[in-house]
């Protein structure tokens, strides 16, 4: 693992070894923006505008402006679009230009007579409309020119299409973006935190209502065309909590008419899946639709040992878990938009997953008794669950002739349904002596409705409003059945069955005020949440109550150094509620020594989160962005694992985990990404993330804090004849929490990929860890009680056959005209609610 990091700290020294060699030393864009034929004499002057499709009047993104001086014919400085169309060129010189613009599909468009005046520091040329191309591009693929990480005013973006080797599922695209890393069972974290929200095209899914990691799992990566990182949302996001918003861009219409699709397949020893997707669009209308299956196969094993302390009657129990969890996943998407107008249009669309998931496990304890004989006994087991999770959405947009006002009206309907079953047989010296079943059947239910408005008070300042209603419904049936001895009837357990019944709605709304000073973009908003809380357990006709209001100001600033040098600043407060993962009561006894269950009685979690950035990109195609921040969480939710200490021989050794408000958690770090270019057609990039943290439980006698990092390194060349390669890895330092650690680990893989089909198409062959077949993860945890004496000292080793060569082929198809780009239409976007970590091994 020394040898990766070791890499890591290169392609950064490589990078600075990049810019020092750039004589020039003057940053450009990383799209495709002209190049100055000849130096140009600096000025004060700036020239901005916006350029629009003729047809849908959709930002234009990633078209070339060249600015040309009018007296010698040469093109003297250049910028592109960015994600609303808008362009810049600053530090121009007084005298008489015209712009030249063009991008694929459209016809180039000059405006002429553009005069930069002494003493007049901003020209604004408005907006410009972009005409569609007459030829029509027959059996072709489009694609604009991005960089592989871009550094946008308010997130990271990593374009996934741009990596030779993405992965099978999202969760191997997770690790490769910068500040974010994946453990072996597919949980995410962001800058060492796990409180995030993920989010699937801009709008919460019911495919991670229940469980992000196993949502991950689902998605293909052939799929997925960016992943966004959002660390400091603005008060027009839900008031998210610690670490911010991972935003799924999955691959949609291009925009283009007429009829294509695309066709992509992935063979691997663990994992495989097949999609296609198919897009028709005339004039006003188009629709779009998907479909896919996914499966996997892994295999690993589970070393658990826990020593108890004094006051126990047991001092050891070692358990021996061979697992293996085999899953499949359909997707059905379908998606349909038209044109009302010149200024409105109206969405819908429907998400649809139906995951069918099986674990089988043999676990064999030992335990080892203070005062009596060693026991030993084996169970086996089969347990999983399946469901159908889909999210319905409807959604009206309208611009106005004012440039930038916009009103949209936004619905979304989610549901996610999972019945889970647990079949398990005890066997005592070969001999079966007992059998239990355990059913849970749960589902989530979510509503939303949303309006935004936005309001240019001039052409430097704009006002943003909106309201928000979510309301939410989560329900648990759990019954647990026992057959002692085997050869009885099962009979049900009156203690551990319950229905558990909550309901959560949360009222917002929000205003922002953006300026534009000079060099300077300043944002500033303020957001009220209120926040209603019922929980019922049917059964014992327990209840849970909770009502809270609270405000959530919001800061940005940021500057522009030099053309594309950008520093900024954010501070933002958030909040997190816990998801029904982390309140369900449901014990989930798969393993009986080791059990996990929810928290009912969990409080929300309140932050904040302060940010300094900085970002640039060089002539030599180098990127830099990096960013210190600070993050303090009040009320934190973590994991706490106990021993049983009453008398019931059967629950002996049994260790318990669940969720807590624990105290206060402090994270201070660095997030430092590089891209470097080197022998005109290879790419180095490496990402870094290193920070102290701080964990204080003041209701649990215990506290833990150290320094934590992980990076990655992925090397890419491009060959002749449609050849290309690359190599990557990441590796995980120690992790901490309040009760102990995770130790180190990493991972890497190979891939060779050749462009096939007149480049319509490609064939990649890849291998992940080639080296060693396990990987392992090791978690210790140490648990004392109010008198500080150590009560349990457990190991939990995990190791994962991450070893899988896999073989993926990739088709696009269709004949188009590039007449229209696609609409940005507006998503509903919940982002509030804090997710639960399962063992997805157990």
Known sequence: MKKIILMAVAGFLAAQASIAQNVAGQPVGAGKAPVASQPMAKGEGKISGTIQDEVTKAPVEFASVALVNKGTGKIVNGSTTDSRGRFSIAEVAPGHYKLTISF?????MVVDNVAVEKGKDDVNVGTVILKSSTKTLSEVTITGEKPLI????????????????????????????????????????????????VLINNKPSAVVASNVADALKQIPADQIKAVEVITSPSAKYDAEGT???????????????????????????????????????????????????????MRG?????????????????????????????????????????????????????????????????????????????????????????????????????KQGQELSVLGLISRNSRDNENFMELFQDSQLTQKEQNYNDAYNEEMTAQADYTHPISKTQTLEIGTKAIWRYAESDYRFLVASPASSPFVLQPERTDVFSYNQDVLSSYAMYGMKLEKYNLKMGLRYEHTEIDGDFITNGTTVAQEYQNLF?????????????????????????????????????????????????????????????????????????ASLYLRQTNNAIQSLSTPYNGSNPDSVGRVTTTFGNI???????????????????????????????????????????????????????????????????????????????????????????????????????????????YV??????????????????????????????????????????????PRRVKKVSNDDAKEGEENSMQ
Request: glycine share 10%; proline share 3%.
């Open 104 to 108: 694929v599909g459209y016809e180039s």
């Open 150 to 197: 871009e550094d946008k005013v308010d997130r990271m973006v990593y374009n996934v299409d741009k990596d030779i080797n993405p992965g099978a599922t999202a969760a191997e695209v997770m690790a490769k973006v910068p500040g974010m890393s994946v453990d072996l069972e597919g949980n995410v974290q962001l800058r060492g935190s796990s409180n995030i929200r």
């Open 243 to 297: 670490a911010g918003i991972i935003n799924i861009i999955l691959k949609k219409d291009s925009g283009v008419q007429g009829l294509t699709g695309n066709f992509a397949a992935n063979l691997g020893t663990i994992n495989s899946n097949a999609n296609m997707g198919l897009v028709y669009r005339k004039g006003k209308v188009g629709v779009s639709s998907t479909l896919g299956y996914a499966m996997a196969d």
């Open 301 to 401: 094993k589970n070393n658990i040992t826990s020593v108890f302390g004094p006051g126990s009657s047991i001092s050891r129990s070692t358990q021996n878990v061979d697992a293996n969890r085999i899953a499949s996943s359909r997707l059905l998407q379908f998606g349909a938009d038209y044109g009302l107008g010149k200024t409105s249009y109206i969405a819908a669309g429907i998400r649809m997953t139906i995951p069918d998931v099986e674990f089988k496990t043999t676990q064999v304890t030992t335990n080892t008794f203070k005062s009596s004989p060693d026991t030993r006994n084996t169970r086996v087991g089969s347990n999983g669950f399946e469901g159908i999770n889909y999210d319905i959405n409807l959604d009206y947009t309208r611009s106005f002739k």
């Open 553 to 625: 100001p919001g800061f940005s600033v940021s500057r522009n150094l030099k053309e594309n040098q950008t520093i900024k600043f954010n501070y933002s407060k958030r909040i997190q509620r816990p998801q029904l993962s982390l309140l369900n009561p449901y014990e989930n006894v798969s393993n009986p020594k080791n059990v996990t269950r929810g928290n009912p009685d969990l409080e929300a979690e309140l932050t904040d989160a302060y940010e300094l950035g900085f970002s640039t990109f060089y002539k030599s195609g180098a990127t830099i962005n």
């Open 663 to 773: 105290g206060q958690e402090s994270f201070c770090g660095l997030s430092l990404s590089s891209s470097i270019k080197f022998l005109e057609k290879g790419r180095i990039s490496s990402n870094v993330n290193l920070f102290y943290a701080s964990i204080d439980g003041a209701g649990q006698q215990q506290s833990n804090s150290g320094i934590v990092y992980n990076t990655n390194l992925n090397v890419s060349y491009n060959f002749n004849k449609g050849f290309s390669a690359q190599m990557a890895g990441d590796y995980n330092s120690s992790q901490i929490s309040l009760q102990g650690k995770v130790l180190p680990y990493g991972t890497y893989n190979f891939a060779l990929r050749k462009e096939v089909l007149n480049k319509k198409g490609n064939v990649t062959l890849g291998v992940n860890n080639p080296f060693n077949k």
């Open 776 to 821: 392992t993860r090791e978690r210790v945890i140490k648990t004392y009680n109010s008198e500080n004496i150590l009560v349990l000292n457990q190991t939990n080793a995990l190791s994962i056959n991450m070893r899988q060569v896999r073989l993926s082929f990739n088709y696009q198809f269709g004949k188009q005209d590039a007449k229209a780009r």
